[in-house]
């Protein structure tokens, strides 16, 4: 059974950092894009960061370049999406995504659509 499962959010002041995770279990992670994406209330999903399967390139929304990091470790078949200086807006629901045939491109790389499995979501709420 396929099935990705995210977790590490929380409630973080301004300025601080979370690690969220998202491990899979039924198929290979590696074979797959992995996408993270955030959905604050009121507001349409959209996507933050994405490794590529196989060379591991990373890609990242405007809005968290140089804030986020996303890794993989194929041994744990997990990814993780490291969060630093966040902010309020960051705030909302982190959602993990795997796409088998994902085009990386910059219109498509986060494209919903595109991705097969997806997550439960874990929120992340950043407020002082």
């Known amino acids: 059974q396929v099935q990705l499962v995210e977790s590490g959010g929380g409630l973080v002041q301004p300025g601080g950092s979370l690690r969220l995770s998202c491990a899979a279990s039924?198929?290979?992670?590696?074979?797959?894009?992995i996408g993270w994406f955030r959905q604050a209330p009121g507001k349409e999903r959209e996507g933050v960061s994405c490794?590529?399967?196989?060379?591991?390139?990373?890609y990242y929304a405007d809005s968290v370049k140089g804030r986020f990091t996303i890794s993989r470790d194929n041994a744990k078949n997990t990814v993780y999406l490291q969060t630093n200086s966040l902010k309020p807006e960051d705030t909302g629901v982190y959602y993990c995504?795997?796409?088998?045939?994902?085009?990386?491109?910059?219109?498509?790389?986060?494209?919903?659509?595109?991705?097969?499995?997806w997550g439960q979501g874990t929120q992340v709420t950043v407020s002082s």
């Open positions: 995504a795997a796409g088998y045939k994902v085009s990386l491109g910059s219109s498509s790389r986060f494209y919903a659509p595109n991705y097969d499995y």
């Open positions: 039924g198929f290979t992670l590696d074979d797959y894009t």
């Open positions: 490794v590529s399967h196989r060379y591991g390139f990373t």
